[in-house]
């Protein structure tokens, strides 16, 4: 069974507080695909709105690196 997951872009706590503390700080979506997390999500649906495209694409390019074989699917809003 294919696991598929829906989830809205956290504007707040998903944003790095600077690129060189992007993988030290904690961000709740990308905690989701996180090596210590033992789910493997196999279609991910980030919901998102037109103003926060580019945090979007920064979160789904984070979790394209950790979890490659995840189908990842952008869900612009507005």
Do not use: C
């Not at 979790?63 to 990842?72: D, F, G, K, Y």
Request: charged share 30%.
């Amino acid at each position: 069974m294919r696991k598929i997951v829906f989830a809205f872009l956290g504007t707040k706590f998903d944003r790095p507080k600077s690129e060189k503390d992007r993988w030290q700080t904690w961000r709740p979506t990308i905690s989701l695909f996180s090596d210590n997390v033992n789910f493997h999500i196999d279609e991910f649906h980030l919901f998102y709105g037109s103003a926060y495209k580019k945090l979007a694409e920064t979160v789904l390019n984070d979790i394209a690196e950790i979890s490659p074989n995840t189908e990842l699917v952008r869900e612009q809003i507005e």
